[in-house]
């Protein structure tokens, strides 16, 4: 009887501990040099997009931010992370708004449930260009249901609309939920992460990638900034 | 019954004929220095198949009339001249309209296709691709860089794959979605299709004519009246072609420099 | 005159009889049913695509179990409405104008009106139905394949046709079907061609002169000629479109495409070789539509009329002359197409040219009605709704074979109108017409003359009220092919269309009275006389319906011209061309 008592307290204890170590990593994403100016996009073919925009809006390939910080670097672990077979039971969320993609990239879990939905008041026709998953093409309607798919393997898939040549997008689809995307000023944080070796990587869809290692002991925030060369064109 | 068609046909005949005499609907004004002409055509063509068209159908109507329901006890007549005259109508009345149109015809044929554009055209690139239309202004060196299909990058509006890093020329071009033109300007418009067949249709510029791939066209205009006019694709493209259209901004020379001078900057 | 190349025994099993039938009026009725059943497919597309021009984001309840991906949640999608809007013109052209009114009245009464006891060819006559027949089930297929049936139009240009599925949804195994199923068709063709042609001038029975023949008779041999030669053209473009789908070669596509972000593996190919290739077969194509409905129609009012037209010769020539410039003229198509602009000149010759004929047949039909005896019924009805239909139609060519009016025209609404009135409505009244009078014949059993009289008022309404407008809106600049209207130019106009649905609603509905018609006087129909409509041709001298083989054995001579009526002297107020019955002075043609 005090034997399993003292098993329950034991294993209390350690699971407890085991959490109480969840490390986080966290850093800054930021560029070197001069980025090439973003592009202003001419809606005029979509009015019914266009007037949405009371300025027109820009190209998203590199976005910007102060003390030359660079915004939509997803950052992950590619090695190391363990939780391959752990699908989230959520769905992730792609918006045509304004005839955008909103977010303009959407990291995912492999086989997560990805809904897609279309508030324009035109049709759109939503076209992920995969290398290894299978391609399809659907268009959708203003006012028709959410379309709902899955990627079955990781892979950086380019998205673009069909209609509006202008769309452009990008579903990252990646065999860990430890993903995180950079912010406005270049941070990203990947909390909850158990002891171990890691290794993390930032990809910019025009600068490429950079790859980090990182371990984790306990509990501790590892800061990890990631610096990328700007392209002039 | 016989009579009751009789009267439907020329209901019908009327009733079709008054919306272009009236013209509720027809081709919006005409902003071309060519335009005129097809104009003219149409007009002339427009009288000759309206009368033949209520020619024909009254004359049906009233010989049906006239003839419908007779019995064994009513004579059969043939047609004073028979065949002959009818023919020989046939011959002269169309003979001469072919001629006639034919012959004009060819004049407002001539001033589009067989006129070469003036020497100091303004010349702008066309691309269209599915589903869109961009236009390409060389720049303030005069050049056009070289487009490479393979480096097209829609998402960056790279649309006409350009390598700015490696092709000096290039890097001044002025990529837009929208072909502002100069008014009283010759404009040399060419023409590159990037996948399938388009076509490049202003009504009123009275101006069509498709995009071949493989094959780089051009097509010369010279807009005449400032103001904002729809381009839009007439040639089946795929799923878009509903939705594949661009503006044509024919502007003064002055809105027009700084136009460039706005994009330039871009 | 010789015998049949294969004389056929009688047939022994129900297969033998109503299957596998070597009889060509089986054969003819088989041809009919196909293109019955086409024709209700095809409205029913049409209807579908008239509801989305007018209502874009409407639901269209149970059509998402059609096709998931083409109407989610029954909304159709732009590539479905372009995916209707191929099938709709592929049927149509293919299944039912050229099937119809040749193929099937063809068959059915070439034979009979030459004194023949079958064609030259039983068994490749059985043969081109059955394969007409699979070519249909495989174009059907298209509607059931993941990527959904093809949208590049039942004209198919290259490269969207040709470069595959990169180009878009509803360009893969579907466009794949459309061009096997049109390749079958073709075959299919070509053998009831030859079979027309052989039989025409080698059965006819003794007297039946060249000159003695009907002019419908005339109609399907001139159409036959055309067809051979056009059909042969498609054929080979069909296979080298799907050559180039699926075995890498690149007759229709250049080098250097860029389509949907993938750079196409093809060069050195031509996308105006397809145009060359489809118009070449695609311009007489419609005048194998429109010859045959001519010559029903002519046939008919002239029983109608009770007299014979002003000049048999004339009709004939005309006809032969509108077969013959019908080869001139397919860069009429291609005005604005990047073909050296000279050659639109060279075109827009012959184009104008074929006015001629088709100006003198319809002075000639115009010219006959005079001081002519005129029994309306609904045949006749259908026949004079031709002459309308025709003229209204024609009218608007005028128009586009000029190349500078055509700058302005070209793939707007005015084209679309033009076609339709030809050979949607005009032909199709060539359809009907020749029903009304051969289905007594066909079936044994006489149609509801009331019923056929609704049926022509609402469908010559209704048919007026859908296709002129179209010229309107084409004068306006509406340009054709776009699933919906989404700019500021085209809202002014959308009303025009509200009217146009409308009317296609009502005008399809009266095609359910015809349906309702056939099928009930089939079965119940008042007996049909062997000569309802005291008409001089020469099915006219057997039972309705004919035993299977025609003449019962015995081989008819023919001592008259085809349109003896009214000659003076005579016994009635026509003379069959089989009867025995002297007269001093024919009527002359």
Redesign the interface.
Known sequence: MRNKQFLVALLTFLVCTSMAFAGTVSGKVTYTGTPAKPKPIDMSKE??CAKQHATPVTTETVVTGANNSLENVVVYISAGANDEGQVPPQAVSYEQKGCQYIPHVLPMHVNQELKISNADQ??H?I?P?PKINREW?????????P?SEKYDKAEFI?V?C??HPWMHGWFVVLNTSHYDLSKGDGEFKLPNLPPGKYTITAWQEDYGTQTADVTITGNETKEVNFSFKAKAY | ??KL?AI??VI?AVL?AI??VMN?????PDISTHGY??DE??HE??W???L??LA??F??AF??W???????S??????PG??KW??I???V???T??LA??AI??K??AA???AAPEKDALTIQSQA??FAFYFRYPGPDGKFGTPH??K?D?GNQNFF?LDPENDVDSRDDITAAELAVPVNRQVNLTMHS????H?F?V?EL??????????D?AVHFTATVPGKY?I????????????M?AYLSVLSQEDFDKWLKDHAAQ | MSEAAAHHGPPTSFIGKYVFSLDHKIIGLQYYGLALVAVFIGMFLSWLMRFHLVW??AAVPGLALLSK?GA??G??????Y?SLLTMHGTLMVFFVLTNAPFAAFGNYFLPIQIGAEDMAFPKFNMMSFWTTFVAFIVLLAAFVVPDGPP???WTA????SA?GSD?????GMGQNLWGISIAIFCIASLLGSLNFIATTLDLRAKGMTLMRMPICTWAWFITSCIALLAFAVLLPACLLLILDRVAGTSFF?????????K?QPHSG????LWQHLFWFFGHPEVYIAILPAMGIVSHILINS???PL??HK?VIASMLSIGFLSYMVWGHHMF???MN??S??VF??PT??I??PA??L???W???????????TAAS?FA?GF??MF??GG??G??LA????D??L???YFVVGHFHLVMGVAAIFGIFAGTYFWMPKMTGHMMNETLG?VHF?MT??GA?CIF?PFH??G???N???????????MAP?LP?HKFITIAAFFTGAAQLIFLYNLIYSRFKGPAAPPNPWNCTSLEWTMPSPPPWNNFGGVHPVVYHDPYQY?VEGAKE?FIMQTSPEQVKTPVRS
Not at chain 2, 206 to 215: F, L, M, S, T
Not at chain 3, 157 to 160: G, I, K
Not at chain 3, 479 to 489: A, H, K, L, M, W
Request: proline content about 8%; overall charge neutral; some cysteine.
């Open positions: 009015p019914t035109t049709s026709n076209h260009i093409n659907k268009s959708q309607p203003p006012g028709t249901p379309i380019p673009k069909n209609i | 019954m016989g068609f439907t046909i019908i079709s919306p272009v509720y609907w027809g081709p919006p002409a097809i055509q149409m063509t427009m000759e198949a309206g033949s068209f024909a159908q004359v049906l010989f049906v006239s003839f419908a329901g007779k019995g064994k009513d004579k059969l007549k043939d047609f028979g065949a009818l023919v109508a046939a011959l009345f169309v003979g309209e072919i149109l034919g015809g060819q407002a044929w589009v296709y067989f691709g599915q299909p393979d097209i829609e794959g990037k996948d399938v067949g076509s249709y009504r009275r101006i069509q004519q498709d995009y071949v791939p493989g094959v066209l729809e839009v694709c007439t040639q089946l493209c795929g799923l878009g072609h509903y939705n259209k | 874009p984001n991906n989610p949640g909304v159709i999608t732009p590539e479905y372009l949208i590049s139009g240009y290259a490269p969207l470069v180009a878009g949804p509803g360009l596509i250049p080098a250097g495409l860029m389509v949907n972000d750079i190919g031509s996308p105006l009329m009770r007299k002003l000049s004339v604005l197409s990047g602009p000279f639109a000149l827009s010759f104008l040219m006015t001629i100006t003198i319809t002075l000639i115009l010219g006959s009605l005079y001081g002519s005896r005129l029994q309306i009805l004079l002459i309308s003229v209204s009218v608007s005028f128009f000029q190349p500078s009016i700058i302005y070209h793939a707007t009289k008022w010559f309404v007026y002129m309107y809106l004068l306006a600049g340009v054709r092919r776009y699933s919906s209207f989404v700019d500021d130019f106009l025009v009214g107020d």
